[in-house]
């Protein structure tokens, strides 16, 4: 059971979503992926990002006022809903 957060902020993460969503279905792992938007200001990246929601096991949520690094993490941490966290920077495609 794994929770993977993912911070982000004016990046398009659809590409490592889905990855990510696969990755856990092929391996039978149970686990959910949090992403969280803190306020990005490119709107055409936020409306890309919104397909997000159509992955399985995915949330995505869009802060209207930027809290930072620190609390963004700390947001994530309070949504997950496994005890194992996996974070990601959402410019990060794993191998």
């Keep these: 059971m794994l929770s993977i957060l993912i911070p982000i902020y004016n990046f398009n993460v659809i590409s490592l979503v889905k990855l990510i969503s696969n990755e856990l279905i092929t391996l039978k792992i149970e686990g959910e992926i949090i992403c969280i ?3 990005s200001t490119n709107k055409k990246i ?10 399985k096991n995915c949330i995505y949520q869009i802060l209207t006022e930027n809290i930072g690094r620190s609390k963004i993490r ?5 949504k997950a809903n496994y005890s ?3 974070f990601l920077d959402c410019d990060t495609i794993p191998v």
């Design 46 to 55: 936020v409306e890309a990002n919104k397909k997000i929601e159509k992955q």
């Design 37 to 39: 938007d803190d306020a």
């Design 84 to 86: 194992n966290l996996l």
């Design 74 to 78: 700390n947001l994530l941490v309070s």
